[in-house]
Every structure is written in structure tokens, then in C-alpha cells.
């Protein structure tokens, strides 16, 4: 149990134009999502946390003109990057939360990595 | 100071041999705990809880110290498939459920 899918895997873009993420949580209905953010040899950065039906917590620093984020059902999230540049081209993560035995803990996604040309 | 501290390592220790890492943080206030792996452009897997008394689940054994604020994972008869960036992760409270990561300690077990 507790699998986490993201889609696409991977997604290589022209600089200017958006892209969308999807999270979803298959086997397990979550009201909190997390969006990460990895750049090479660095440690998961946390973007943003998004709650179903209300809008998302940004970390301080992320944009949210930029980052759109969409939690419309409990087991969906999106992450829209709009107006991508060179610099967005990172690892996307996105976690669901699960309460198991006396922890929430996180499920992560297999990840996007987004390459903007 | 980084909210969660670890050795980046890399360790890299004969397959059998037991190796252990530590894990500091600095916000008291935090009440949750993990360890997680990473593996080479993959997405963290949870590996364990780790709860006030200590827990084990077959050759990982996980540790904590309030008082020093401080988190230990050790690994006995490690494995070719250990090889792993191992991640601390921490949650500071109840209400909240962000979580912070390590930078993570990378580890190799050579055959």
C-alpha cells in the first residue's frame, strides 16, 4: 500500500511555455499533498503544501503567480510551472501523507525532472 | 545552523560490516522522526519511523536522544543493496506535518 504516482516522469520544454505535474495517491486518499523541489547533489527543498479543497501553503521564496497549485480531489494534486526558464529545470517530487500506526508519514512520487531548453 | 545536520559521508564499508550515522537537529520542538533512502535520481523511500524507545526492524535499528536532540540508523551485515543516500528527516510538531530533510549521508558497501 501507500503508492504514490506522478506523471509524466520526465518532460523537456521550450523556455516560456508551462507544464503541468499530476501527483496522485492510488491506494490511499490524502488531504495533504507536499510539492519538493531537488537540484544535483542538494537535498529536497519543500515548494509548497497543498490541501484538498483550499488553496496551497507556499515555503518562503516560491512564487505562487508561478508555481499553481490544484488539490481538487483527495487523492490528486497538480503543480503547474508556468512560464518555465532554464533555472526551473530541477527534480519535482510530490508526497501524500498517510496516517500509519502513530506517525503521519509521507509517500513520495517518483518524481518529474524538468528540463526547460 | 541547518535545522537537520548529517555527515554527508561518503561512507564506503566492506559488504557484512556494521555501520552506523547520526543525525542532529535543532528545533526542540520537533515530535516526529524518519530516516529515509534515496537512490541515485529516484524519489526517497521511507525506511523507518523512529520513535522515543528506539526501534528495529530486521538489520536497521534506529535511535533517539531528545536530550542531545540527536538521531542514530544503525545498519548490521550491510548489503551490495544498502547503497543508498540515506536522508534524516524530521517534523516539528503535531499540527504542522512539513517535514525537514537532511542533506543526507551517502553510503557504499564494496563488494
Known amino acids: 500500500g501507500a503508492v504514490v504516482s506522478q506523471h509524466p516522469s520526465w518532460v523537456i520544454c521550450k523556455s516560456g511555455t508551462s507544464v503541468k505535474i499530476e501527483c496522485r495517491s492510488l491506494d490511499f486518499q490524502a488531504t495533504t499533498m507536499f510539492w519538493y523541489r531537488q537540484f544535483p547533489k542538494q537535498s529536497l527543498m519543500l515548494m509548497a503544501t497543498s490541501n484538498e479543497g483550499s488553496k496551497a501553503t507556499y515555503e518562503q521564496g516560491v512564487e505562487k503567480d508561478k508555481f499553481l497549485i490544484n488539490h481538487a480531489s483527495l487523492t490528486l494534486s497538480t503543480l503547474t510551472v508556468t512560464s518555465a526558464h532554464p533555472e526551473d529545470s530541477s527534480f519535482y517530487i510530490c508526497s501524500a501523507s498517510r496516517h500509519r500506526d502513530r506517525a503521519y508519514e509521507q509517500y513520495f512520487g517518483p518524481g518529474t525532472r524538468l528540463t526547460v531548453t | 545552523r541547518k535545522e537537520v545536520e548529517q555527515d554527508p559521508g561518503p561512507f564506503n564499508v566492506p559488504e557484512g560490516a556494521t555501520v552506523a550515522f547520526n543525525c542532529t537537529y535543532s528545533?526542540?520542538?520537533?515530535?516526529?522522526f524518519f530516516w529515509y533512502r534515496q537512490d541515485c535520481r529516484k524519489e526517497p523511500k521511507l525506511l523507518m519511523s523512529?520513535?522515543?524507545s528506539g526501534n528495529e526492524d530486521g538489520r536497521f535499528t534506529a535511535q533517539l536522544n531528545r536530550a542531545s536532540q540527536y538521531i542514530s540508523l544503525l545498519i548490521r551485515d550491510s548489503k551490495l543493496s544498502d547503497s543508498a543516500t540515506y536522508l534524516c528527516?524530521?517534523?516539528?510538531?503535531?499540527?504542522?506535518?512539513?517535514?525537514?530533510f537532511g542533506t543526507g549521508t551517502r553510503l557504499t558497501i564494496i563488494p
Open positions: 528545533n526542540s520542538a520537533s515530535q516526529s
Open positions: 523512529v520513535y522515543s
Open positions: 528527516v524530521v517534523k516539528q510538531d503535531f499540527g504542522n506535518e512539513k517535514l525537514t
